[in-house]
């Protein structure tokens, strides 16, 4: 199967390419943006989906300081 | 008493570093793929760019093979030394607390900072005392110390805060301007700062010597007579 892992600071840690992102959204007249975090996508083929979370827990993610999503998008 | 300093591809303060424990007591090179501290009595896990700093800084370093035995070293009380992408590495693995986050300003900093010792009954910092000021160079871009509101408390009622940034000088955004942390038994600790580029007054300060200087004293006492 195929699958997206979805990696982001946690909520509450301060994100400064989130934050440079942001305030470069209303140059080019998008506004009202916010919110803005910037995470990475870790795209891999595995048996089955069964062991992704240990995956993330020991490597592809830091558990103290990232949050993250696994999205199985083919089987 | 020697130190093994570890060379993992993608280091590149780990001459340095050999050359500041030698002002000291012997040091040899331990390569990563070996699992064979060579009856070092200290061990330094120096700065540089380990594994190209992919996935996180020092994520992939851990699972090295000399780490493992450093690992075992470090749960029988053998003291390491983490600097830098070393830090990252020891916090990555587990041996020390918290983790190091992307510079608040985003930028690489590299410029000479004031650390004060905080804690100078550590195996790192026992020829300081309380209040000492080190002049030591900072060079990073990953070296925003990150640990959750109470863990931070433990640490400092505990001791586990050894260095700080003096006031003002923060280079990267650090919670409670916290430089160098050690682990509960005090017998691993990890900076940001270089210690080992500024053991020369010919290069505008010495007084990183005297964290090398600590661990030399500490083993030395240590040792059978």
Redesign the interface.
Known sequence: LKARVLIR?KAG??D??GQ?VERALPALGFDGVHDVRVGRMVELEAPDESRIGEMCEK??A?P??EDYEILVVER | VKFGVIRFPGSCDEVDALLACRRFADAELLWHGDRDLRGADAIVVPGGFSYGDYLRAGAIARFSPVMEAVQEFALSGGPVLGICNGFQVLCEAGLLPGALLPNAGLRFVCRQVDLVVENAETAFTGACSPGDRLSVPVKHTTGRYYAPEDLLDELEADGQVILRYAEGQNPNGSARDIAGVANRQKNVAGLMPHPEHAVDPLTGSADGGRLFESLVSHVGALAPA
């Open positions: 600071p840690i301060l400064p390419q440079t490597l592809l830091n103290l300081i």
